[in-house]
C-alpha cells in the first residue's frame, strides 16, 4: 500500500473523530472486532508493559504469520501484555478463533483516503486508551504507514520485523522506507543476509539493526504422523524416493527449476516422485509450471498437494528437501525441514547459509542451477547413508540454533532493553 505523508498523518492525530468506531468492526463480519475489543479492555492498575503488534493481513498462514502467532502465545504473560491489529483478513480461514490476545481488524485499502484519517484515529485512541508501549510491526503498510501513525500518537518505542531482501517492494517503498527508518527503536532481521541489506539499502544505523532468527517448531516435527501411513493416503506409497518442497506457488520460489532437477533425477529414479506442497498465489505461473511438467513427460512423477496443516508429517514421509529459490530472507521451510532430520539442497540465497553448511548438513547450490539442484539430489539419493547422516546433523543444529525458546529468549531480550533505555 501506498504510504501517506507526512502532512496528512499530522491531519490525523489533530482531527481524530471522536465518533468513529473505535473498535475495529468489520463491515463483512459485524461484531467480531466488537467482541476482541472487549476482551482489550485492561484494569488501570495493570502495569505490564502492552505490546502492539501490527501486520498488514492475516489471510494464510505463511511463514511471517505463523512466528508472530507462536510470538503471541509464547510471550511470557507474567512480564507483558499484548494486542494485536491487522487491516485484512479471510474469515473462511478462521485464524482469530480461540486467538491467543485482543485482536482489532481495521478494515483499510488505501493510506492516503478518508477511510485511513479513521483507521489512523482508531489506532491512535487504542495506543492511549491501553497506553502501549511498544508498536511492533510487520510488512510494508504496518512499517511505513502504521510505525509513522503509533510514532504520532506518542507510543515511545517502535519496532520493525524484516523478513525478505525487499522483493516485494516498488520503488516508492524504497524512498519511503529511507524517510521512515529513523523513526525506528529497532529493526529486527531474519538473518544476517537480510541485516545487511536493511544496513547497506535502507541505510539503518547497524546499532540498530539486530539479527532475531526464527524460532521453529520441534516439538511439532517430533510428533508427526506416521510417515507410511500418510504415503499411502496420498497414493505415493508406490514412489521409490519422494523429493519435497514447502512453496506458495510464486515465481520467486524457484518451482520451475524444481521441475527441471526432476526431469535429471527421474531419468536415473524413474519412480521417484516430487512433491510440492503450498498454496497456488500466482495461477498464470502455476499453468507455465504445468505445461512444462506435461513437456518434461514428468505427470507422474511432480505432484502439487496443495496448502496443508500436516507439513511436518509430509517432510518426515520424504528423503530429501529442496529449496530453490530465487530469494529468501530466512526459510521457515528450510529448518523445519532439517528439524524433521531431511537432508536439504537449498540455494545460496538469502540466510539459507546461515542454516545449511554446504556438505555437512546438507548442499547449497546457484540460483537458477538445475543441473547443479539435480546433481546434489541425486548424490543424496545414491548414497543413504551419507543422507541419513546428514538428516542428522541438520537436525541438530535446528534443535540448537533455531527453537521458539531461542527466539523468545532473545526478543524479549530486546524489548526489556528498550524499555529499560526509555526508563532512563
Excluded at 539442484?373 to 541419513?388: C, F, K, N, V, Y
Aim: aromatic share 6%; with cysteine.
Amino acid at each position: 500500500m501506498r504510504p501517506a505523508a507526512a502532512w496528512t498523518m499530522k491531519s490525523v492525530v489533530e482531527i481524530a473523530d471522536p465518533a468513529s468506531d473505535a473498535r475495529g468492526q468489520s463491515p463483512e463480519r459485524p461484531g467480531m472486532a466488537e467482541a476482541a475489543s472487549r476482551r482489550a479492555s485492561t484494569p488501570a492498575s495493570d502495569a505490564r508493559p502492552h505490546i502492539l503488534y501490527v501486520i498488514d493481513e492475516l489471510c494464510e498462514m505463511g511463514g511471517a504469520e505463523r512466528v508472530l502467532l507462536n510470538t503471541i502465545r509464547l510471550l511470557p504473560r507474567d512480564r507483558f501484555r499484548c494486542s494485536l491489529v491487522t487491516f485484512r483478513t479471510e474469515p473462511r480461514l478462521g485464524i482469530f478463533e480461540d486467538f491467543p490476545c485482543p485482536w482489532h481488524l481495521f478494515p483499510l485499502r488505501r493510506t492516503y483516503d478518508w477511510n485511513a484519517l479513521r483507521v489512523a484515529a482508531q489506532i491512535r485512541r487504542l495506543i492511549r486508551a491501553e497506553r502501549v508501549r511498544i508498536v511492533h510491526t510487520f510488512f510494508e503498510t504496518s512499517d511505513l504507514w502504521g510505525g509513522l501513525v503509533a510514532k504520532l500518537s506518542g507510543c515511545p518505542i517502535l519496532v520493525s520485523s524484516r523478513r525478505d531482501m525487499g522483493i516485494l517492494r516498488q520503488a516508492m517503498h524504497h524512498r519511503a522506507y529511507r524517510l521512515i527508518n529513523p523513526l525506528f527503536d529497532r529493526v529486527l532481521a531474519v538473518s544476517e543476509e537480510v541485516r545487511a541489506f536493511c544496513i547497506q539499502h535502507d541505510r539503518l544505523a547497524s546499532e540498530k539493526v539486530l539479527t532475531l532468527y526464527n524460532g521453529i517448531e520441534t516439538e511439532r516435527a517430533a510428533a508427526s504422523a506416521d510417515p507410511a501411513a500418510l504415503r499411502a493416503s496420498l497414493g505415493l506409497d508406490g514412489a521409490s524416493h519422494i523429493v519435497s518442497t514447502v512453496a506458495h506457488v510464486r515465481r520467486v520460489k524457484g518451482l520451475d527449476i524444481f521441475i527441471q532437477a526432476a526431469a535429471a533425477v527421474c531419468r536415473e529414479f524413474p519412480r521417484a516422485v516430487f512433491v510440492v506442497i503450498g498454496d497456488n498465489h500466482e495461477p498464470a505461473h502455476f499453468r507455465e509450471l504445468d505445461q512444462l511438467t506435461d513437456s518434461l513427460g514428468l505427470a507422474g512423477n511432480v505432484k502439487f498437494l496443495g496448502p496443508s496443516e500436516q507439513v511436518f508429517s509430509l517432510l518426515k514421509m520424504s528423503d530429501v528437501f529442496c529449496l530453490p529459490s530465487r530469494s529468501e530472507g530466512f526459510s521457515n521451510a528450510l529448518v523445519e525441514a532439517m528439524a524433521c532430520g531431511l537432508p536439504c539442497v537449498a540455494t545460496r540465497v538469502g540466510g539459507n547459509a546461515e542454516a545449511l553448511s554446504d556438505g555437512e548438513n546438507g548442499f547449497l547450490v546457484a540460483p537458477e542451477d538445475a543441473a547443479a539442484t539435480a546433481d546434489r539430489i541425486l548424490t543424496l539419493l545414491r548414497q543413504p547413508a551419507r543422507a541419513q547422516q546428514m538428516g542428522r546433523a541438520a537436525r541438530e543444529v535446528a534443535e540448537v540454533k533455531f527453537t521458539q525458546d531461542a527466539m523468545m529468549k532473545n526478543l524479549v531480550g530486546v524489548y526489556e532493553r528498550l524499555l529499560d533505555a526509555k526508563q532512563r
